[in-house]
């Protein structure tokens, strides 16, 4: 077996030697030499052995420094989405669905910062040069200072970022790159990280903010291993339905920025076009109040929006009954379907129940438990609730409404947009406005007896 070798170090000037010596050649100091100790234990080629690395800087949790520098796009909604604007040396993931205008959104971004004085680079891996200048020509931006190639080698990709010394480089996509050093075709797992690990550290490096296009699965998730979400700085999601000209840029990780936070864009024949009040377009199509039909006042981020919950019940002609979501969580609708039947003796046993968030917008939070209640209650009786009405609140199993956060906020969302009335649980911190009259309920039978004069 294979003898371990020694290595031995002057504790004064940290120069290295093979065996002990009273004095340092280095710098000359006596009785400073010592054997270093192993940095990890196990096999030679698998550890990192003897050999030590040089100190890292260290600083205290006191230590204050300026926030860093950030370019703005002039896309209001793009810049409150990164956070503020564009860091310097940042790593952003754009994944969304093929067709959703992931390219268009990018392109006008690229050229946005390039016209502000950013000099930016758009590498794409799917489509031509070509393809990219008609696109920006039907956009109005062909005379955008933006530099193109079409390239999916990762090696000569780096060296002419090198090169260059760009301040903006998108990469269309990270599933298109290859790296000559790994064994595996483009788009494997293997190529993915490692091309988005170099791309990565290169930005780190030389202080290149890298947006990486990611290819997404048939769950909606981006393709690839999801280290890679774990590399980069910010991953943003671009949603919307085809059938609907709204588009939504959600911040799902943001190291520069509140998450969750959203931006909201109009798809039009000139491209993308930013929504400054998200709350009066999707709420823009609302006709007469119908059965099924309640207004919910939502957050996501730092903004309220309001968006519209339809319902539909109708008898089931099946023995099992169906039911349909859109835009929100089917398991939470079942637990408010059961919660109805359960504490307010409200059977929805032989109805097809369907629930669909108006406008492609999706909602995550449960604060929309109460405006779910209420539509399936509408759409069961037949009633309609008042147009200037708004609901919000969160259903617990017991039946109870539970308060929900930056309730202020959501009230004077609905009063901007006209709203007379706002239904919300007890308890919360709430205060109705001049024009807006706050009823609050603490559980649900008293709402469904209040509103709907049954339970």
């Known amino acids: 077996m294979a ?64 926030p860093p520098p950030r370019t703005h796009s002039g896309l209001g909604e793009l810049d409150r989405v990164l956070g503020g604007g564009l860091v310097p040396a940042s790593a952003i993931l754009v994944g969304g669905d093929p067709g959703i205008g992931k390219s268009t959104l990018l392109l006008q971004a690229a050229a946005r910062f390039a016209q502000s004085g950013l000099k930016t680079l758009y590498v794409s891996g ?15 931006l062909g005379d955008a200072p933006v530099q193109l190639a079409a390239a999916t080698n990762l090696r000569d990709i780096l060296t002419t970022l090198e090169t260059e010394q760009p301040q903006l480089v998108v990469i269309d996509s990270i599933q298109t790159m290859w790296a000559d050093n790994v064994e595996s075709a483009p788009g494997s797992v293997s190529q993915v990280r490692a091309a988005a690990h170099e791309l990565t550290s290169f930005a780190k490096r030389k202080g290149v ?21 774990h590399m980069v700085d910010t991953v943003l999601y671009f949603e919307g339905e085809r059938g609907h000209q709204f588009r939504i840029l959600r911040a799902v990780k943001n190291r520069f920025g509140p998450a969750d936070e959203i931006g909201v864009f109009e798809m039009t024949g000139s491209g993308l076009a930013e929504v400054t009040n998200p709350s009066a377009l999707f709420l823009s ?54 919660v109805l039947e359960a504490r307010c003796g409200i059977p929805f046993a032989g109805l097809d129940v369907y629930l669909n968030v108006a406008g492609g917008m999706k909602v995550q939070e449960p604060a ?50 006209g709203f007379s009335t706002a239904i919300a649980p007890a308890g919360g911190k709430a205060v109705g406005g001049n024009n807006l009259s706050l009823r609050q309920f603490g559980d649900l039978t008293e709402f469904v007896g209040d509103i709907f004069g049954a339970g």
């Open 209 to 229: 903010s890298v947006v990486l296009v990611g290819h997404v699965t048939k769950d909606g998730q981006i393709a690839g291993p999801r280290v890679v979400e």
């Open 126 to 140: 799917e489509e031509a040069s070509a393809q990219v200048r008609m696109r920006a020509q039907r956009l109005g």
């Open 285 to 338: 199509e609302r006709g007469e109040p119908s059965p099924g039909s309640v207004v919910f006042s939502g957050i996501e981020g730092t903004r309220p929006v309001l968006v519209e919950f339809q319902a539909l019940v109708a008898p089931s002609p099946h023995a099992q009954a169906r039911r349909s979501v859109v835009g929100w969580d089917g398991g939470r609708l079942a637990m408010i379907l059961a």
């Open 3 to 66: 003898k371990a070798t020694k290595s031995f170090s002057c504790t004064a000037c940290g120069a290295s030697f093979n065996k002990w010596s009273g004095r340092c050649d280095g710098c000359g100091a006596w009785n400073t030499i010592v054997e270093d100790t192993p940095l990890s234990t196990g096999p030679a080629s698998k550890s990192l052995g003897n050999k030590r690395g040089s100190g890292i800087h260290l600083t205290d949790l006191s230590t204050e420094e300026a």
């Open 368 to 417: 929309a438990d109460l405006a779910v209640a209420a539509a399936l209650l509408s759409a069961r009786e037949d009633a309609a609730l008042p147009a200037e009405c708004v609901v919000f609140g969160e259903i617990s199993l017991s039946g109870a409404l539970r308060p929900v956060g930056q309730t202020e906020n959501r009230l004077k969302e609905a009063q901007k947009l």
